[in-house]
């Protein structure tokens, strides 16, 4: 059984930054993909990225280059850095881990955090 837990999230005015944060606890955390999903109001959840087992990373179009995925085996870490943030980013953040791959299909992962919250103001 896997724990997760985000942090990190906040206010922040357009434009800024923000990096959330995501512990692991049991498992063996070097082997789960992670992936990071969010979901606005009146919206369904969508994927943000992941991160497979190995590094390899994966980004929605709309956040490559301005998100950046990477992760900490040594700590059970996963963070997502996110940049040049806009309104429509505000959401609530998941954070959700699956064996091995990072998928971007929310149904390939059987753990999920309870998410927090990032608002971007205009």
């Known amino acids: 059984q896997v724990q997760l837990v985000e942090s990190g999230g906040g206010l922040v005015q357009a434009g800024g930054s923000l990096r959330l944060s995501c512990a692991a606890s049991?498992?063996?955390?070097?082997?789960?993909?992670m992936g990071w999903f969010r979901q606005a109001p009146g919206k369904e959840r969508e994927f943000v990225g992941s991160?497979?087992?190995?590094?390899?990373?994966n980004y929605a179009s709309s956040m490559k280059g301005r998100f950046t995925i990477s992760r900490d085996n040594a700590k059970n870490m996963v963070y997502l850095q996110m940049n040049s943030l806009k309104a429509e980013d505000t959401a609530v953040y998941y954070c959700?881990?699956?064996?091995?791959?990072?998928?971007?299909?929310?149904?390939?992962?059987?753990?999920w955090g309870q998410g927090t919250q990032v608002t971007v103001s205009s």
């Open positions: 991160i497979n087992w190995s590094g390899s990373t």
């Open positions: 049991g498992g063996t955390f070097s082997t789960y993909g």
């Open positions: 959700a881990a699956a064996p091995y791959s990072g998928s971007y299909k929310e149904y390939d992962y059987g753990y």
